[in-house]
């Protein structure tokens, strides 16, 4: 500061490496003279140039035809994962692809065929618009079903907040209000909102159609979810590297966060803050200390994603779930109310047939019996639903 010199400490920079693949390059420190911006901009081993994203593949017009023709030109029409599996090959749904295989020198197999280089210039974001998840009328009946059948009974007469964070264009929050809303029923419902923080400038890729239904507000997930206190907290495909789940956990309303993308290996989120990967023997992940299970939902609907291939079987994105389930104090509230109102019944029908016969004498367990009743004796946590289970 206040001189012409400045010093740069170590930082890693992600650009795009050779033949298109990302990568991570790490920089020694180094000094810069930027007093001549000149001589500052120019590229050379010290100061590389701009990075810069590599061009879309070349594709025939024909494809992006095939492409309008299942549906993913627009936002507003889902189409069936089926179809876009089918048009491209994925998860082997039909063998499409040429598998003009190569593997570049950084180790990473690429396919050179035009079905893969159509997938790629989808994802892309060729057809105007970047993907990550692709969204299909399948993904989105599972994900409201799943979302209907886990509300609570106390809450079926009020709204259940759906808050989606990085929620990007919208797309997704928008289907599933569409969705849930058939599912609500009588004298309650769902309200989905959505939320970005605009870091990624997602908001932008939608056509005015799109703008006019798609509700974004621009705030980042922490004041998402303060200032909503949602019950179900939705996020697709979590910013690599970064742990939003921290503060989903921290608010005493949420009782479920949902995540889709890869899960666990790193792109999508944390491995260990987000996912609790890799797993030890002895060691319980964050979320499982803090008072959470994890659940694998959806699992009979077809994903697909970014990072799937053509010419692979393999499909990379998942439904998570993580629901809360009843703690230590909730579970001795629960069973404390089941000992008090069982204790005045039992207290009432002693008293009532003391006249006529003798108390008979009865061991410890037996008057824990007697006072629990249906219960049975309280186990240290609940289940999912926060019930009492029964065990000794």
């Not at 621009?218 to 495909?237: D, F, G, K, R």
């Amino acid at each position: 500061r206040g001189g012409g010199e400045r010093r740069r400490h170590l930082w890693s920079a992600f650009e795009w490496g050779e033949g298109g693949n990302p990568c991570f390059r790490m920089k020694r420190p180094r000094s810069e003279h930027l007093d001549d911006p000149a001589q500052s901009h120019q590229p050379s081993p010290s100061h590389p140039p701009p990075l810069t994203n590599p061009p879309l593949p070349t594709v025939d017009p024909a494809w992006i035809s095939r492409m309008r023709g299942v549906g993913l030109h627009t936002l507003k029409r889902l189409p069936k994962a089926g179809d876009v599996a089918a048009l491209f090959g994925l998860g082997g749904a039909a063998k499409v692809c040429a598998e003009q295989l190569v593997v570049d020198k950084g180790g990473v197999v690429k396919c050179g065929c035009r079905v893969c280089a159509a997938w790629s210039f989808y994802v892309r974001g060729g057809l105007g618009r970047r993907v990550y998840e692709v969204l299909t009328d399948d993904l989105i009946q599972a994900l409201a079903q799943h979302i209907a059948a886990g509300a609570p009974q106390e809450q079926k007469g009020s709204k259940t907040v759906v808050l989606e964070v990085g929620g990007g264009n919208g797309a997704l929050s928008y289907h599933l209000s569409e969705a849930l809303s058939l599912l609500g029923g009588e004298g309650g419902g769902f309200e989905v909102v959505c939320t970005d923080s605009g870091s990624r400038g997602l908001d932008s890729e939608r056509s005015c159609e799109e703008d006019d239904s798609f509700k974004v507000e621009t705030m980042s997930h922490q004041e998402a979810v303060q200032h909503y206190s949602p019950h179900v907290v939705l996020c697709c495909w979590m910013e690599l590297g970064e742990d939003w789940t921290s503060a989903f956990r921290a608010a005493a309303s949420v009782r479920e966060y949902i995540l889709i993308g890869e899960a666990g290996t790193g792109v999508c989120g944390h491995p260990k803050k987000t996912w609790g990967m890799p797993k030890r023997a002895g060691h319980r992940a964050v979320f499982e200390r803090e008072g959470f299970q994890r659940s694998r939902v959806c699992e009979g609907c077809v994903q697909l994603c970014k990072t799937d291939d053509p010419w692979s079987t393999a499909r990379r994105s998942s439904v998570v779930s993580f629901r809360r389930v009843a703690s230590d104090r909730s579970s001795a509230a629960s069973a404390g109310g089941a000992l008090a109102a069982a204790g005045e019944a039992s207290s009432s029908s002693s008293s009532s047939s003391s006249s006529s016969s003798p108390a008979s004498p009865q061991s410890p367990f037996d008057q824990q019996d007697a006072l629990l009743g249906p219960l049975g004796g309280a186990s240290r946590w609940g289940d999912e639903g926060g019930n009492v289970s029964r065990g000794r």
